[in-house]
Nanobody, 122 residues
Framework: EVQLVESGGGLVQPGGSLRLSCAAA????????MTWVRQAPGKGLEWVST????????SYADSVKGRFAISRDNAKSTLYLQMNSLKPEDTAVYYC???????????????WGQGTQVTVSS
């Protein structure tokens, strides 16, 4: 059974940092691209970042480029998202999903974690 478990969310002040983790199990993690997607209150799913199976290729949404960094540890089957210079508009539930960069995402398709809440507020 595929399992994805996010952690590391919380309340942080604007300008602060958080590191999200996504622990994977039930599949060969090192052979899949992985993606972070977020959902702000009252809005749809927004792609954030994708990393290739080997970790050599990464891509970011313009809204987070230069502030967020995606990485992975295939030996630990864990995906990360380092978030710096956080803004109130980064407030959302952050999900990891076993998926490459897609035109759209749906939580009823594929494999998703339960999400972790990130709140950026003073």
């Amino acid at each position: 059974e595929v399992q994805l478990v996010e952690s590391g969310g919380g309340l942080v002040q604007p300008g602060g940092s958080l590191r999200l983790s996504c622990a994977a199990a039930g599949f060969t993690f090192s052979t899949y691209a992985m993606t972070w997607v977020r959902q702000a209150p009252g809005k749809g799913l927004e792609w954030v970042s994708t990393i290739s199976s080997g970790g050599m290729a990464t891509s970011y949404a313009d809204s987070v480029k230069g502030r967020f960094a995606i990485s992975r540890d295939n030996a630990k089957s864990t995906l990360y998202l380092q978030m710096n210079s956080l803004k109130p508009e980064d407030t959302a539930v952050y999900y990891c999903t076993r998926a490459p960069r897609l035109a759209y995402y749906s939580r009823s398709e594929g494999y998703w974690g339960q999400g972790t809440q990130v709140t950026v507020s003073s």
